[in-house]
């Protein structure tokens, strides 16, 4: 079985979604090039209102390698950006196995 990182958080008062959203390209970038990587998705609860709450959602192979990415991401300029853009004393991360997975067939396409 895998590995499911959860990252939880609010963006900071005056940070946009669209700011966050902007490091996509890079976010995709750095995570297919660590070992381990499978997915991601990045998902947002009531978005535009004050209980707006994201969830970073992340595959991996082991906890070694999802922890191992983590501190090389926060070591990064990639990092750096986000947590300009985040809210610490909201984030939360979580790291767990996963007891069951399923999966389409079908490739998920970009919204």
Known sequence: M???EVVTFKLL???SAQQLLNTE???QAFLTEQPGFHYRSLSCHEQGTDAEQWFDIVYWEDAGQAKTAGEALMASALGAELMAAI?????VVRHMPTLCENMSCELAVEA
């Not at 809210?87 to 984030?91: E, K, L, N, W």
Request: with cysteine; charged share 15%; hydrophobic share 35%.
């Open 25 to 27: 390209a890079a976010m």
């Open 13 to 15: 008062p005056g940070k």
């Open 87 to 91: 809210d610490p004393a909201t984030c």
């Open 2 to 4: 895998s590995h499911v």
